[in-house]
């Protein structure tokens, strides 16, 4: 279920929205300010967001590039502002679209859907973890920006991992999903391929812990 999060001052258009939506098979939290939304942003993962300009508190541009400095999630702006230069200048600062008020719930229901569906394609072919960028199809991983290389054995591993970053893998889980045969046993080769793994994130940033061990269990990802 795709969650979204509305940050809109009014709160007729808000709750319009929120009953919009929530129809429509999304999970909706609604904000009442930038100061608001913020806080919501921060405490939690959305898939897009509808974010109004003329807002109380911190305003509607300062919110979208306070988003853009953390996050790369799909912002479509309400706005009663037909101003040409003013919603290119939006779409300068990061905003992926923008629809006029009032709006056609139709509409504003298909734009999301086709930023929705962009959203989760890219996530198909990309994974994020903290500072690490997983590019599936070019076999490439990026960490802070600059570019280690790994072993096929490696990746796999960390792809594995980085598509459930929460789940606790153990040894028998990771061999027999990367190396595709039963697990016989052999802990030492997963034991080494970890700590080489290890080694070469820790290279490219010594400040982040990126792979937790959980004794008698297997590993996770290092919240």
């Given at each position: 279920?795709?969650?979204?999060?509305?940050?809109?001052?009014?709160?007729?258009?808000?709750?319009?929205?929120?009953?919009?939506?929530?129809?429509?098979?999304?999970?909706?939290?609604?904000?009442?300010s930038?100061?608001?939304?913020?806080?919501?942003?921060?405490?939690?993962?959305?898939?897009?967001?509808?974010?109004?300009?003329?807002?109380?508190?911190?305003?509607?541009?300062?919110?979208?590039?306070?988003?853009?400095?953390k996050?790369?999630?799909?912002?479509?702006?309400?706005?009663?502002?037909?101003?040409?230069?003013?919603?290119?200048?939006?779409?300068?600062?990061?905003?992926?679209?923008?629809?006029?008020?009032?709006?056609?719930?139709?509409?504003?229901?298909?734009?999301?859907?086709?930023?929705?569906?962009?959203?989760?394609?890219?996530?198909?072919?990309?994974l994020?973890?903290?500072?690490?960028?997983?590019?599936?199809?070019?076999?490439?991983?990026?960490?802070?920006?600059?570019?280690?290389?790994?072993?096929?054995?490696?990746?796999?591993?960390?792809?594995?991992?980085?598509?459930?970053?929460?789940?606790?893998?153990t040894?028998?889980?990771?061999?027999?999903?990367?190396?595709?045969?039963?697990?016989?046993?052999?802990?030492?080769?997963?034991?080494?391929?970890?700590?080489?793994?290890?080694?070469?994130?820790?290279?490219?940033?010594?400040?982040?812990?990126?792979i937790?061990?959980?004794?008698?269990?297997?590993?996770?990802?290092?919240?």
């Amino acid at each position: 279920m795709n969650k979204i999060l509305i940050i809109e001052d009014d709160t007729h258009i808000n709750q319009l929205l929120y009953d919009l939506l929530t129809t429509h098979g999304y999970q909706v939290t609604g904000a009442f300010s930038g100061t608001e939304g913020l806080i919501c942003f921060g405490a939690d993962e959305f898939d897009l967001v509808l974010l109004d300009l003329m807002l109380p508190g911190v305003i509607g541009d300062v919110v979208l590039e306070t988003i853009r400095d953390k996050s790369q999630v799909p912002v479509i702006i309400l706005t009663a502002i037909s101003d040409k230069e003013k919603t290119v200048d939006l779409l300068r600062l990061g905003a992926n679209d923008y629809i006029v008020k009032p709006f056609n719930n139709d509409e504003l229901l298909a734009r999301m859907d086709i930023w929705l569906r962009q959203k989760n394609e890219d996530s198909i072919k990309k994974l994020t973890f903290k500072d690490i960028v997983l590019h599936i199809d070019e076999i490439k991983v990026y960490v802070a920006d600059t570019e280690i290389q790994l072993s096929k054995r490696e990746f796999g591993i960390l792809e594995c991992m980085m598509k459930n970053p929460k789940k606790v893998f153990t040894k028998n889980n990771l061999y027999e999903t990367v190396w595709q045969e039963q697990f016989m046993g052999d802990e030492n080769t997963i034991n080494v391929h970890i700590s080489n793994l290890r080694n070469k994130l820790a290279k490219a940033n010594a400040d982040e812990d990126y792979i937790q061990t959980v004794w008698g269990i297997g590993f996770k990802m290092s919240e």
